[in-house]
């Protein structure tokens, strides 16, 4: 009986492996089903299949994403730190720039305004007459019998026509009196370039005038500003080659600002 027991024994443990081997052939089925077992059935230790392999490699490629991210916004950052800086310094310098141009600037302006004030001293204005004026005299058709001055300032300072021109018509020894009416307001001054004006009635208009003759030659006189005889050199403006009329009712204009006041006497 002890043999046969003994001779039983391997046949149950034999039995019992079969068992094992056909439940491990059910795992194996149920692991291949699409069922999800295998995933949970994976364990620590066993080796990576090929899905596991592509989600390791997807978990690395979406690390090294956030990796490059960070990298990338780190770089950024201080990108825009030392850019910031950079950015910064240009301003600086861009203020230094503007500073010194400022400085410069206001060195020009001070320069220009020391200019302007040497300008100003060697610039004073001067007494208007012959070397810094040129003076024409042109016959008037209205009013009748008149005769138009004009001074023109060609020097490059201001200059200033005081009173009335002093006018000789050929050999006079005396000129004509002013008209004093026909003072204006404040002493006519000329800017470079620009031009002054006084009128000549060098006959009585009905024939009323006494001593009328001809004449060929005409010379201006200038005064200066006490108004006492001429100053600096006179102007010996050309007159018509038939020469003009006048007589004793000969009379001049103080020096206007404007042609029309000039004729308007």
């Given at each position: 009986m002890s043999s046969f027991r003994t001779a039983r024994t391997p046949r149950v443990r034999l039995v019992g492996a079969a068992a094992t081997v056909v439940l491990a052939a059910l795992s194996l089925t149920a692991c291949n089903?699409?069922?999800?077992?295998?995933?949970?059935?994976?364990?620590t230790g066993t080796a990576p299949t090929a899905n596991d392999a592509a989600t390791a490699t997807s978990q690395d490629e979406s690390e090294a994403g956030t990796t490059q991210g960070s990298g990338t916004d780190t770089s950024a950052s201080g990108g825009n730190g030392p850019a910031g800086k950079t950015s910064s310094s240009k301003a600086s310098a861009g203020t230094g720039g503007t500073g010194g141009a400022g400085k410069s600037g206001g060195s020009g302006q001070a320069a220009a305004s020391g200019g302007s004030s040497g300008a100003g001293a060697s610039g004073k204005p001067v007494t208007c007459e012959g070397s810094v004026t040129r003076t024409t005299a042109a016959p008037l058709t209205r009013p009748v019998n008149h005769m138009l001055l004009t001074v023109t300032n060609t020097g490059s300072r201001t200059c200033?026509?005081?009173?009335?021109?002093a006018v000789q018509f050929g050999e006079a020894q005396a000129v004509p009196p002013v008209i004093e009416d026909s003072q204006p307001q404040a002493v006519v001054t000329l800017e470079p370039g620009q031009s002054g004006y006084a009128s000549m009635n060098l006959a009585a208009a009905d024939g009323s005038g006494t001593n009328g003759h001809t004449v060929k030659s005409l010379t201006v006189h200038f005064q200066g500003r006490s108004g006492n005889g001429s100053v600096g050199t006179g102007a010996h403006p050309s007159l018509p080659t038939q020469g003009v009329y006048v007589d004793d009712s000969l009379k001049v204009t103080y020096w206007q600002q404007s042609m029309d006041d000039a004729v308007s006497w």
């Open positions: 089903d699409g069922t999800g077992v295998k995933s949970e059935g994976r364990a200033f026509l005081y009173g009335y021109p």
